[in-house]
């Protein structure tokens, strides 16, 4: 049974930073991505980073060398570095996974995810 579970969320100000991470259990798939997605009130969830299982990235434009997606294989634990935060970065953020995939690439596209965390609040005001 595959579980994901993120915490590091919180309030900040605007320009400033957090790291969220996301622990792994029982997921065991190679040939794989993980993301990061988010979802704010009255929005549809989108996709803020992923990175696959030979490390490559791929972010969303709003975040691009703002946020930093990492993993530690040796701690199933997949880390999102977000740093000069704004307060259009507000949102529950989500970790997800998928399973094997035929093309190994750093999606997000939200339909190749299956495993899904309960998320966590992210809140940057102004």
């Known amino acids: 049974q595959v579980q994901l579970v993120e915490s590091g969320g919180g309030s900040v100000q605007a320009g400033g930073s957090l790291r969220l991470s996301c622990v792994a259990s029982?997921?065991?798939?190679?040939?794989?991505?993980m993301g990061w997605f988010r979802q704010a009130p009255g929005k549809e969830r989108e996709g803020v980073a992923a990175?696959?299982?030979?490390?490559?990235?791929r972010y969303a434009d709003s975040v691009k060398g703002r946020f930093t997606i990492s993993k530690d294989n040796a701690k199933n634990t997949l880390y999102l570095q977000m740093n000069s935060m704004k307060p259009e970065d507000t949102a529950m953020y989500y970790c997800a996974a998928t399973r094997a995939l035929l093309v190994i690439t750093p999606t997000l596209n939200l339909g190749a995810y299956v495993y899904w965390g309960q998320g966590t609040q992210v809140t940057a005001s102004s």
């Open positions: 029982g997921y065991r798939y190679s040939r794989s991505s």
């Open positions: 990175i696959d299982s030979d490390g490559r990235t």
